[in-house]
């Protein structure tokens, strides 16, 4: 999982802002900004310790070397003994950068990142007789000797950006990645009785993937025109090893009082496959303010693509071979200063990795959608509706007849409603609400139930932040709370139902002298019992119970 060290900001981009992104979902993206280097000095650090022995450390650094040099660097580092027995937590990161900026016109940027990630494999626990909530959440069901699963993960990346006159922008990037994921697991296979029999798995995945893109961005008249090229190489490789259990080996641990220091027989190898891609993308948009109420974009892009899977085992190698097409059509009409519709189309590809249980490659996922919305900027309030129609063929989803393995869905439609709000209602006092009604359903007669996996039909948030000025600085208290209807946990002919939940969470922070913050926070607050996710109903993920936090926060 990455570390929210470095990250800047989370950017949702939806309607005209997303439409360049064919290769992502039709309803949008989300942009992760990585944090870059500053000309401002500033440092801060912070320290926090938490239920279940959790310590974490974050270091954030960044200032001029020179009038056209700026350097940051971030670390940050976490150990926990887990909420779940014998789980540990251990994480690490480290990112450098650097910005060049040698006159106003020119940037370039270089940042790393370096993270490594060290837990054992857990696949949380098995349903008993339908119920998700059955078992201890604390109880561990695989194997302490198995050690850890180790997950690393290098970056470099380079930008640049040049001001070419008027409202001319060029630029482009080149981004090198190279990640691994290794360890031993023991992952629940069956129930017997009140036995658990468990199948052992060595894993040891890599990936090394390198990408470029340029852009050339402007105005022309009432025209904010641009176009761009990205491209990729992708090399994926995926070596498993296992060994099933049977009447004579089970490999079983007590479902109710789980003993470990069971044996497994020898590994024997599974899965040996080679993944390689090469892709370029080409894409043309125009937003073309109309008037001054009325802007429409339409964009299009072609996504010449080479993707070969070898199976080392069987000696097979599948290749695709595409050039698909797919365009993006919006706009966004003001109806008052205060009010506002908008409506898009597009679609979407998306080349899918891995192999099936017959160790075939995927064909790509493809989608299209629409939605059209309205939303009012009133004094003090922002209020937003969105209806939505997706719709996408191949989307990978648990395997029915073997849950260690991707199938995918030949059809499947999500349709719903979205309702945002924010309010500022004054004396420092601040809302936010969100709800969204989705009716998501699968076409595929191999499956046993049309519903789509750990999707609710009904969610919403709520968040309440009360600022308070003192002479000291700003106290802030806030309060939220979260429901997630109830979710198919199963795709098999014996469904599971994941209940619904809610659960609320409170913070406060209050300066101590200048610079110098101490917070508070509390999730889960009523520690309620609740199924987060599962991919089978033998590994359903358990919500973490209550859990405090406290942290200091230092700014220079």
Do not use: C
Request: no cysteine; glycine share 10%; net charge positive.
């Amino acid at each position: 999982p990455r570390d929210p060290a470095t990250t800047e900001r989370i950017e949702v981009l939806k309607g005209p802002a997303g439409a360049l992104f064919g290769d992502v979902d039709p309803g949008g993206r989300v942009n992760i900004v990585t944090k870059v280097p500053r000309f401002a000095p500033h440092a801060n650090a912070m320290v926090s310790y938490g239920s279940f022995d959790t310590r974490r450390v974050e270091m954030d650094a960044t200032g001029p070397l020179s009038g056209t040099l700026a350097a940051r660097i971030v670390v940050a580092g976490e150990d926990s003994e887990g909420w779940r027995d014998t789980v540990t937590l251990r994480r690490r990161i480290v990112s450098p950068s650097l910005t060049w900026r040698p006159n106003d016109a020119l940037r370039f940027t270089y940042t790393g990142e370096f993270s490594q990630f060290d837990t054992p494999f857990d696949r949380g626990i098995p349903a008993v007789n339908g119920d998700a909530n059955a078992l201890p959440r604390s109880n561990y069901y695989g194997e302490p000797t198995n050690g850890i699963t180790r997950s690393r993960n290098d970056q470099h990346q380079i930008t640049a950006l040049a001001q070419l006159g008027g409202s001319w922008t060029l630029n482009g990037g080149v981004v090198w990645r190279k990640g691994s994921l290794r360890g031993l697991s023991a992952d629940q296979s069956r129930i017997v009785g009140t036995a658990l029999w468990r199948q052992r798995r060595s894993r040891d995945f890599s990936v090394d993937d390198l990408s470029a893109r340029l852009e050339l961005a402007g105005q022309i008249g009432r025209h904010r025109v641009s176009a761009g090229w990205k491209g990729y190489r992708f090399f994926y490789g995926e070596r498993w090893m296992r060994i099933n259990p049977s009447a004579a080996a089970p490999y079983a641990i007590d479902l109710y009082d789980p003993v470990y220091g069971s044996v497994a027989a020898a590994l024997r190898p599974f899965t040996n496959n080679d993944e390689s891609r090469w892709a370029g993308t080409f894409y043309v948009q125009d937003m073309w303010d109309v008037t001054d109420r009325l802007t429409l974009v339409g964009g299009a892009r072609i996504d010449p693509y080479r993707q070969k899977i070898v199976n080392n085992n069987s000696g097979g190698t599948g290749r695709n071979i595409d050039a698909p097409v797919n365009f993006r059509v919006g706009g966004r009409y003001r109806l008052t200063d205060m009010l506002a519709v908008h409506a898009n189309w597009g679609q979407n590809f998306s080349l899918n990795t891995g192999t099936d249980r017959n160790g075939a490659g995927f064909g790509p996922e493809t989608g299209r959608g629409y939605e059209v919305g309205i939303a009012a900027n009133l004094p003090g309030v922002d209020l937003a509706a969105t209806w939505f129609d997706i719709r996408k063929r191949d989307i990978l989803t648990t395997d029915p007849v073997d849950p260690n393995f991707l199938a995918p869905v030949g059809s499947m439609v999500s349709r719903g409603i979205e309702l945002d709000a924010s309010a500022r209602l004054g004396a420092g006092w601040q809302l936010v609400a969100n709800y969204a009604w989705v009716d998501a359903k699968a076409d595929d007669t191999a499956f046993a139930t049309p519903r789509v996996l750990n999707v609710p039909a009904h969610s919403a948030t709520l968040l309440v932040v009360h600022r308070i000025a003192t002479s000291r600085g700003d106290w802030q208290l806030s309060g939220g709370a979260a429901y997630v209807g109830d979710r198919a946990g199963s795709l098999t002919a014996q469904p599971l139902v994941l209940p619904e939940y809610w659960k609320v969470k409170m913070g406060v922070e209050a300066p101590l002298t200048e610079g110098l913050r101490i917070r508070l926070d509390a999730d889960n607050l009523f520690d309620r019992r609740y199924a987060a996710s599962s991919y089978s109903a033998l590994w359903v993920y358990p919500g973490a119970p209550r859990s405090v936090r406290a942290s200091l926060r230092l700014d220079i």
